[in-house]
């Protein structure tokens, strides 16, 4: 993902088509006030809701996971005698 800008209001109106797009976020196909691209920009990619697209994405722990019957196994090296 692209970085985020705090102020999307300072890019171009073709830098925040090009930030939406390269994020997979649908624009219109009539041109829109650059205003409109700057409220889409905020709307999907706050670093709030990046956050949550991540924690879904990363929603993995290895923790959660059963051991594999290898793991569960022990062997030994060393032989005892009686």
Do not use: C, W
């Amino acid at each position: 993902m692209s970085e985020f800008f705090k102020n999307p209001s300072l890019l171009t109106k073709d830098r925040l088509k090009t930030e939406l797009k390269a994020n997979g976020i649908p624009l219109p196909k009539v041109d829109q006030k650059k205003d409109f691209y700057v409220r889409l920009y905020f709307e999907h990619l706050s670093p709030k809701k990046q956050n949550a697209h991540s924690k879904q994405i990363s929603g993995f722990s290895s923790d959660e996971d059963a051991p594999s019957p290898k793991s569960r196994r022990r062997v030994s090296r060393f032989t005892f005698a009686p």
